[in-house]
């Protein structure tokens, strides 16, 4: 759409897209300005509920005319395609800036937001999804309260998919979460959880996933604010306990009242602030004005040779176009690093051996000789890098230990053993430039856990004494993600990996000293590995160009610029010092779909080319099969693909940069139902699309989630990760209601006999059969357990006609459990390559006569160790 246009408006570039649209940049002809337009993802243009949602924003926003809200100039048509034209806001979104330094600044941008909601109340609209992605802060420092997509307006009708809870799930109220009614209060809520975000950086409530958010926010206290802020005046914590009640009776009854409170707290912390400063000036002597022009000139001075030196620092090394680029032979398909040595001309990586036994190999990048094995642990597979020494002459690697379910981090010389243990858990092993000390992380993880169960920065002396914390990132958040650091070439700082909810990663410079930080991405993409090196260039490994690619920039901050571009995952950069050489990882994961009697016999592989493969379906009449095709397990986008099994044709049914995944046909065979989302965001985004089984066409949105069950050709069951539960979705898009209460599942089945039950809330775990009105009149009398100590919703899958299950445990054993007397039969034959583990749990569907079973294989890496030299002019 870039360089097309619209109407009068020229479309100069992509700003963003989320679930509720897609935004661009653009330029008014007949007014000559800049404004930017929200167009309905693709794909929802013709369905109606939405483009009723999207004319109801255009509504809401512009029957609020305020100067903290952004202004809506149109909403017009072009080509059948609804548009909204909006003021272009030239700033960064809150979630960018958080924590914010000051407190005062905070009370400045919560005084304009509470301004904004109060005007955007008094006219009866309740926006209803206030976060720090929708509100933004201009370069004049004004706030812009944004997207009114989830606005209610007084009289309007409910346009939500899900009737009961709408927003984003950390910011909801708990009447929101629960399906209550929602109305100005509910906004202040999640105005109270801004205002507690943007001085903190963290959530008020937290979980580890949806249902114990979910949790949290009904149930539990908010972390106090003065765990992160000790000094924060007790004005302001009431301001936040306030705001965030439970009870909506309990919270200010209108913005207007939280406002007075911010302004009063403004005015008591500007006094503080002028008595200081006016006290710090009475102290001081007159300075005369001689002195005066010699200080300024000497400090304009100073500001001019900064400024140089940064524009300079900025520009870094350019990539050399004449840079070439060869292929390590090593005899190893599964392997992890490599790391080169500072000299340029070693690489020291860890693989399996045809055992699957992992140990170190080092070979010279210059010699035809086989790579030389220096350690005989066979330890188990380690994910990390092992690295040189500054010299050369050591490497520090990690190595698991079984016994203690921890990976070790041992050094062994580059001749070879013995090798010395130095710290008992950690991971990620880097030398420190002067080779005095070897950094590594502790996580929440179970192998390497730190004790404050976040992600912690330590150092240790090569010989394993003097180890010490150098400091725990508070900010990071702990879900899944990667880790990783590096340090500055004089040792005092580390460019450092945070995750961030979505999942996705962000470089932050720190420095070790002083502690203070300086985020220099801003791309909320997929990072693994970062290095610094010697010429104060980042390299990393990132997914912002669709695929995981090598980039870098200075360590001053600047353009990021693209070293590769492969359809291939690329990660593990290692440069030596000269910069005149780089060694990364080229692997992608390897997983192919296989066909099995449900007895585990006859197994044979359908699919050939060797990609990642993965939750395939079988058409009814068995002879088509839908499945997920991406380049490995942390590719960013995959498609829906399909396969003839008839004569093996290939067909791509979906496009695009997003995730698809999770297709399952139809009992007609007429559809394929599968679930969407955008890139690096969480499950909480996925939504539920149709596409024609027998041809390839633009896919139309029926609902929220992702899709687990037909129950007929013309109604699903989809699965909402915000609530936990099942919800009715409809192929004639018709709004999706509820089936299951939060925090349940239930799957009808024996001709709709009976409900397949399972109760996720803690302590009632379980899977039960139960009589079909149970949703209606629950009792604990009436749950009849089929398997008490398993969860329905993993590694399990149901036949589609629901007189039988198949479940895969954690030993690779498959049970077959008949409904609705719960016998539980083990397969004789193993069925080959079957993925159980929790990493990689099982993708399986059984065909629609029940007696064959479809699956994705255990996935394998394919890697190949490969060598720029030259990179930098």
Same mark, same amino acid.
């Given at each position: ?115 904004? +909601? ?164 009475? *102290? ?134 013995? *090798? ?29 856990? *730190? ?231 969480? +499950? ?31 109604? +699903? ?157």
């Amino acid at each position: 759409m870039i360089g097309q246009t619209i109407s009068h408006f020229k479309i100069l570039e992509k700003l963003g897209e989320g679930g509720m649209g897609v935004v661009y940049r653009a330029e008014d002809a007949n007014l000559k300005r800049t404004v930017a337009i929200k167009f309905l993802p693709r794909g929802l243009e013709a369905h109606e509920p939405e483009r009723a949602r999207f004319l109801q924003e255009a509504q809401a926003a512009s029957a609020i005319n305020h100067p903290n809200v952004c202004t809506i100039y149109e909403i017009s048509e072009h080509e059948g395609q609804q548009f909204i034209v909006m003021e272009y806001v030239e700033g960064k979104t809150l979630r960018q800036m958080v924590p914010l330094q000051k407190v005062q600044t905070a009370i400045h941008y919560g005084i304009q937001i509470g301004e904004a +909601l109060q005007e955007a109340h008094s006219k009866g609209i309740a926006h209803r999804d206030i976060k720090t992605d929708n509100i933004m802060v201009n370069t004049k420092n004004q706030v812009k309260v944004m997207d009114f997509g989830l606005a209610k307006l007084k009289g309007s009708l409910k346009l939500t998919k899900t009737s009961s809870t709408v927003g984003t799930l950390a910011y909801m109220a708990p009447e929101q979460i629960q399906g209550g009614e929602v109305d100005a209060r509910s906004d202040i809520f999640s105005f109270g959880v801004v205002l507690y975000e943007m001085l903190t950086g963290h959530m008020p409530f937290r979980g580890e996933h949806e249902a114990a958010m979910v949790y949290s926010i009904v149930n539990e206290d908010p972390a106090p604010i003065q765990k992160y802020l000790p000094d924060i005046s007790s004005e302001f914590v009431h301001i936040l306990n306030r705001a965030l009640e439970k009870d909506p009776n309990d919270r200010y009854q209108n913005v207007a009242e939280m406002v007075i409170d911010l302004r009063r707290l403004k005015k008591e912390t500007s006094r503080v602030y002028r008595t200081a400063s006016v006290q710090g000036m009475t *102290s001081t002597k007159r300075i005369s004005k001689k002195t005066l022009f010699s200080v300024a000139g000497a400090l304009g001075l100073v500001a001019l040779i900064v400024l140089a030196l940064l524009l300079f620092s900025k520009r870094g090394p350019e990539l050399n176009p004449n840079r070439r680029e060869r292929l390590i032979d090593v005899p190893f398909a599964d392997f992890f690093g490599p790391a080169i040595s500072n000299d340029g001309k070693w690489v020291v990586f860890a693989a399996a051996d045809a055992r699957g036994k992992w140990d170190l190999y080092n070979k010279h990048l210059d010699s035809e000789e086989q790579p030389k094995r220096i350690t005989f642990d066979s330890s188990a597979q380690c994910n990390q890098e092992a690295v040189f020494s500054p010299d050369g002459s050591k490497i520090a690697y990690e190595r698991w230990n079984s016994g203690r379910q921890s990976r070790e981090i041992c050094v062994v010389s580059v001749l070879g053993p013995p *090798s010395k243990k130095i710290v008992d858990a950690g991971y990620c092993a880097y030398w420190r430039p002067d080779g005095e000390r070897i950094g590594f992380i502790l996580a929440r993880f179970s192998s390497f856990r *730190s004790n404050s169960g976040k992600s912690e920065f330590w150092s240790v002396r090569p010989d394993g004494s003097d180890k010490k914390k150098e400091f725990i990132d508070t900010l990071s958040d702990e879900g899944v993600g990667s880790i990783g650091f590096s340090w500055s070439p004089d040792g005092k700082s580390v460019a450092w990996l945070r995750t961030f909810q979505g999942p996705f990663e962000e470089i932050v410079i720190k420095e070790l000293a002083t502690g203070r930080e300086q985020q220099l991405t801003d791309f909320k993409s997929r990072m693994d590995m970062v290095t610094w090196t010697a010429d104060n260039q980042i390299v990393f490994s990132s997914d912002k160009g669709g695929s995981f690619d090598l980039w870098t920039m200075a360590a001053t901050g600047g353009e990021a610029a693209q070293i590769t571009k492969s359809p291939e995952q690329e990660y593990g950069t290692w440069v030596s010092d000269d910069g005149k050489r780089l060694t990364y990882r080229q692997e992608q994961f390897v997983s192919h779909i296989w066909l099995a009697n449900t007895d585990g016999t006859n197994a044979r592989r359908l699919t050939q080319t060797d990609r990642w493969h993965w939750t395939p379906s079988l058409s009814p009449n068995k002879g088509q099969v839908a499945f997920a095709l991406g380049f490995g397990y942390y590719s960013p986008t995959s498609h829906i693909n399909t396969l003839d099994l008839s004569d093996l044709t290939l067909r791509q049914m979906t496009s695009g940069e997003e995730t698809a995944a999770w297709p399952i046909y139809s009992p007609d065979g007429r559809w394929i139902a599968f679930a969407r989302m955008p890139r690096a965001s969480s +499950l909480d985004s996925a939504r539920t699309f149709l596409l024609d089984a027998r041809e390839a066409g633009a896919p139309k949105c029926i609902g929220a989630g992702r899709p687990r069950v037909w129950l007929d050709s013309t109604v +699903l069951l989809a699965f909402l990760p915000s609530t936990q539960s099942l919800w009715l979705t409809y192929a004639n898009e018709s709004p999706q209601k509820q089936f299951s209460p939060d925090s349940t599942l239930a799957f009808p089945v024996l001709s709709g006999k009976y409900l397949l039950y399972s109760d996720l809330h803690r302590g009632k775990r379980g899977i039960y059969l139960v009589p079909a009105d149970f949703l209606e009149k629950p009792s604990d009398s009436k749950l009849k357990p089929v398997e008490p100590l398993e969860q329905l919703a993993y590694n399990c899958v149901l036949s589609p006609t629901g007189t039988f299950y198949m479940r895969y445990d954690g030993r690779g054993d498959v049970w077959r459990v008949d409904l609705p007397s719960g016998k539980k039969q083990r397969l004789t034959h193993t069925l080959p390559r079957l993925s159980t583990g929790p990493t990689y749990p099982a993708y399986a569907s059984i065909s629609y006569d029940g007696k064959e079973i479809l699956y994705s294989e255990s996935p394998r890496r394919v890697g190949r160790i490969l060598l720029i030299e030259n990179l930098f002019k």
